[in-house]
């Protein structure tokens, strides 16, 4: 599976677990469930967005690499860049819907960020073991030479 069907795929499958897994952890520290579920829903689609843009850049940095592959070096180096971003973007979210400031929703979102960070990495890698690696991480042979 390759393209925009891959992305798809991985963007639903990501993103329904995800809010599953955010908006019972949230209930479970004492927010109503409807609350929870907004937070997570509205959090799912900045994530969303942000894993399409992301994941397109990526793909094509990739592409122009010499060594091909996802050695752990770049799983790593993508869960970083893909958290990272995310943070940039949430942690505003959940400041505005929670009616704090900035520092008090990202010590809040703490929990989440290294949550995701894991889940990014796993999923990333589990995703990959079944669908196979995309086309610009697969190494070029004679029989596939562009």
């Keep these: 599976m390759q393209g925009w069907k891959r992305r798809v795929v991985f963007v639903t499958l990501y993103e329904g677990i995800a809010i599953a897994l955010t ?13 929870s579920l907004v ?3 509205g959090a799912s689609v900045l994530a969303v967005v942000w894993n399409l843009i992301f994941n397109g850049m ?7 690499q010499s060594v091909k ?6 799983r790593v180096a993508h869960a970083i860049g893909f958290e990272g971003g995310l943070v940039l973007l949430i942690v505003p979210f959940f400041a505005w819907w929670l009616n704090v400031g900035l520092w008090e929703a990202f ?5 989440f960020i290294v949550f995701f960070l894991v889940y990014t990495f796993v999923f990333s890698w ?9 086309a610009s991480a697969m190494p070029v042979t004679v029989g596939n030479a562009q």
């Design 39 to 41: 937070a997570s829903v």
């Design 58 to 64: 990526f793909e094509a940095w990739e592409r122009r």
């Design 107 to 111: 010590v809040l979102d703490l929990g």
């Design 126 to 134: 589990c995703f990959d073991k079944v669908f196979g690696l995309p």
């Design 23 to 35: 908006g019972a952890v949230l209930a479970l520290l004492g927010h109503s469930l409807t609350h």
């Design 69 to 74: 592959g996802r050695s752990l070096r770049r």
